[in-house]
């Protein structure tokens, strides 16, 4: 496959590991497992993923690089064996609006975002709609989130947002979204809270304000009648340890982890 940009760290956040083609299979008992990941080192990589796999007919799944484009891919399989494309799935996708830990950062490798790990334990389609240091609610997201017939919108902006822009801007956005997707579920998520705020005043505060808006507007929703509305809490996104994070701010693969574990439940709950 040959790569688009190779690297590319937003200036706000801390650069990641270059991430290549993640691929995972089902096993025999349909679940999706870990088969190994590409570590691109130029421009254009000819790599194999792996070899002496064990017999069998097979599904496979590849995810794309988190902070590389890519122009061309190209798979190949030894001669004789067989490989087919699947039909897109039917099943309506899981729509996360957010940031760059949405995005992907700084997962050691892109199944291990909380995203890639939710559609894989859900077995459904997911969208990843993450903006590095631009997830605030806007109405123009809001409209392009309106053209897709979702399974569930999950709004995970407060990162990016001050309290007054929560407020300001929340409940607009999930009216839009229910007027145009009357019977489409909404979760609205907590920011997690930076693993060093025990130490730091200003940004315990800032989470306390954030958390507070946001619930706030959560519970004027609900008192309006907004139905199929739920709610995530962000204070243990990342665990109780301060150990879920490579900066404070961006999950490692262990935060990742505990967020999906997390989301998990309550995404369950709204696709009921």
Not at 112 to 129: E, F, K, S, Y
Not at 173 to 197: H, M, Y
Request: contains cysteine.
């Amino acid at each position: 496959y040959t790569l688009a940009k190779t690297n590319l760290a937003m200036p706000h956040m801390p650069a990641t590991g270059v991430s290549g083609l993640d691929l995972y299979a089902r096993n025999d008992k349909g679940e999706w497992r870990w088969v190994n990941v590409t570590r691109p080192n130029s421009a254009k990589v000819e790599a194999t993923i792996i070899s002496d796999l064990a017999p069998g007919l097979r599904e496979y799944a590849a995810y794309l690089p988190l902070y590389n484009g890519i122009e061309s891919l190209e798979i190949g399989v030894p001669a004789g064996a067989k490989f087919e494309g699947l039909a897109p799935r039917s099943a309506k996708p899981v729509i996360f609006y957010g940031t760059s830990i949405t995005h992907g950062a700084c997962a050691s490798r892109p199944g291990m975002v909380h995203t890639a790990i939710l559609g894989r334990r859900l077995d459904r389609p997911v969208m990843n709609i993450g903006f590095s240091g631009n997830g605030r609610m806007d109405t123009a997201v809001g409209d392009l989130l309106t053209e897709i017939d979702a399974a569930v919108y999950v709004i995970d902006c407060l990162p990016n947002m001050q309290p007054a822009d929560v407020t300001a801007k929340c409940v607009p956005l999930v009216k839009q979204l229910r007027s145009a997707r009357p019977n489409t579920p909404i979760v609205l998520v907590e920011d997690r809270r930076f693993t060093n705020d025990w130490i730091t005043p200003g940004k315990k505060k800032f989470h306390d304000d954030n958390h507070a808006a946001l619930r706030a507007a959560f519970e004027q929703l609900k008192s309006e009648g907004v139905a199929k509305l739920h709610y995530i809490a962000g204070d243990h996104l990342y665990g109780d340890d301060s150990e879920g994070a490579t900066d404070a701010s961006h999950a490692n693969d262990l935060g990742f982890m505990r967020q999906a574990d997390i989301f998990e439940p309550v995404l369950r709950g709204a696709l009921k």
